[in-house]
């Protein structure tokens, strides 16, 4: 029953323990292998907790005199493995991998992007649209945004597990829309449609940003996995650059171009997952 109850916990959680792997191993091309198993994932949370909820009635259940009688006489020592201590050991490492997908972030490195683009620079900006199969989870989003801003030539790049898709503005002129392509697939995603548009900017030279910066004190934060809804919810905003959420701090942290998001849409994304904004006092 407890071997059971490990495997069926482990399997919950799989399509979203792989990407972690594929990161830490240096295989990215196992990032989705087990993508397929996420459609099943509330049965398997079920038939954990339905075996190891056994296991412990098992435990705790009331012996018979008939029992005890047979172990005075046997004069047998239980070994650690049907202890209670192995069965608690194995309970809370299920409960750690049936939860595993509200705290994978942590173990992903932070995003950066090293390109960059200078006035007076010859390029042809473009908006890729890609619709990619395989993603289940907040954590698959990592390996795909990595893969694409390793480019030489991208610029910007949002993904979205919950639209199965990721948006990339990139420079015609560096790097083409079949290489962006095969940097996703070889995450192990599938890029299943593209669509490709032009971006137009004034006298054609792309002007620098002017970026503010925005804290916000975060009302209902209690652990590290509430931090991942907070981040992602206003990283999807348009004109978002960089969020920062600390629990501990109970705030966030956003970098932001005012001319394409305001306060007002990244209080509202904050509510929408069920966190509040504390307003300062005038």
Request: charged share 20%; with cysteine.
């Amino acid at each position: 029953s407890v071997g059971a109850g490990l495997i069926a916990a482990i399997l919950a959680s799989l399509c979203c323990i792989t990407p972690v792997l594929s990161i830490v191993a240096g295989i990215s091309g196992i990032a989705a292998t087990f993508s397929w198993i996420e459609p099943f994932r509330p049965y398997l949370i079920l038939l954990t907790l339905g075996i190891l909820s056994f296991a412990w009635y098992q435990k705790l259940k009331p012996r018979t005199n008939a029992e005890i009688e047979c172990d005075c006489e046997t004069g047998e020592i239980q070994s650690f493995w049907k202890s209670k201590k192995f069965l608690s050991f194995v309970t809370v490492f299920a409960g750690l991998m049936l939860a595993f997908p509200s705290y994978s972030h942590i173990f992903y490195p932070e995003s950066k992007s090293s390109n960059q683009f200078l006035i007076g620079q010859e390029f042809q900006l473009k908006q890729a649209d890609f619709q990619i199969k395989g993603m289940t989870c907040a954590g698959c989003e990592i390996p795909i945004k990595q893969a694409i801003i390793a480019l030489e030539g991208t610029m910007e790049t949002m993904v979205s597990y919950e639209k199965k898709s990721a948006q990339v503005t990139f420079n015609d002129n560096s790097i083409s829309l079949e290489a962006i392509i095969e940097a996703i697939n070889k995450t192990g995603y599938t890029v299943v449609d593209s669509k490709v548009s032009d971006l137009k900017f004034q006298n054609s030279l792309l002007q620098p940003v002017a970026f503010k910066t925005l804290e916000l004190s975060v009302k209902g934060m209690t652990c590290s996995g509430c931090e991942a809804p907070v981040t992602n919810s206003i990283g999807k905003l348009d004109g978002v650059n960089e969020v920062k959420t600390s629990y501990k701090d109970e705030n966030t942290v956003v970098k932001y171009d005012p001319k394409k998001v305001n306060r007002t849409q990244i209080v509202e994304a904050i509510s929408k997952v069920g966190f509040k904004v504390i307003e300062d006092p005038d």
